[in-house]
């Protein structure tokens, strides 16, 4: 049985660093994984747009195809638009068996790639104990993702750093500047600054903005195409075509 499709769903964005991300991710999934097709379709502001990749996977008789929605958290896009597009394009095109995957977050994986890119940025896991974090979201008006975020500052608290605050570039608060200097006027004197999110963009700038305007010691970079996200991804695939997989295997 041929394996499906993994279809990687990007929200999309007018900066050109994003597109680039997303790409580099998905030739690291391609690599760890020799064989799987792996596309990418974008909701907004880039091409291909999902509809289109999904048309042409049906044309090329693609059979099978899992979508995997690019987002950490269960917000607007996961439980709203993509659903709706899948949708409509199952109604449109029948033969196509499409899947819908969970999002990646939360997931010790995406910790590790948080450390990661800590790391990179200077911290020494010595470092810990006399530094603060915070953890830097894109932010969501949905109790759930942001519910997600709080209980990762909590568990990211609990591997050695003196404290850990959450923060969002856009919706609830606070920001990335204001929980830099709640840390300060707790007392701690190094802050690094880690962005929860996955590729480069407006809100990612908005986080280093906030981050430098409130003289906060490190910025971590953005999670981008590392290889604990990458092995994520094949897991969340892997996840919802097994199901699958087995119930054509017990009736056959």
């Keep these: 049985m041929t394996a499906p499709v993994l279809l990687v769903i990007a929200h999309g964005s007018r900066d050109p660093r994003h597109a680039a991300t997303v790409r580099a991710l998905t030739a690291r999934v391609r690599a760890l994984r020799p064989g799987l097709r792996v596309e990418i379709g974008f909701l907004d502001f880039n091409a291909p747009s999902v509809p289109r990749v999904l048309e042409r996977l049906d044309a090329e008789g693609a059979g099978a195809v899992v979508a995997l929605p690019l987002l950490l958290t269960r917000a607007f896009h996961a439980k709203s638009d993509i659903p709706a597009v899948l949708r409509e394009a199952r109604t449109r095109l029948p033969r196509l068996c499409v899947r819908q995957a969970e999002v990646l977050g939360p997931s010790p994986l995406l910790n590790s790639a948080l450390e990661r890119r800590l790391r ?41 750093w003196c404290s850990v605050r959450p923060a969002f570039a856009s919706a609830p608060l606070p920001r990335t500047e204001d929980a830099v200097r709640a840390l300060r006027a707790d007392g701690v004197r190094r802050v690094a600054v880690a962005p929860y999110v996955i ?11 906030g981050a430098a305007e409130a003289g906060a010691d490190v910025l971590a970079g953005v999670l981008g195409p590392s290889p604990e996200l990458a092995r994520l991804l094949l897991d969340r695939y892997d996840e919802a075509r097994l199901p699958a997989a087995r119930m054509a295997s017990l009736s056959a």
């Design 199 to 209: 590729a480069p963009g407006r809100l990612p700038d908005r986080i280093a903005a």
């Design 120 to 160: 990179e940025a200077g911290v020494r896991p010595g470092d810990k104990g006399s530094t603060g974090l915070v953890l830097a979201s894109a932010g969501s008006t949905d109790p759930e993702a942001i519910a997600v975020i709080a209980e990762i500052a909590r568990e990211l608290r609990h591997t050695g």
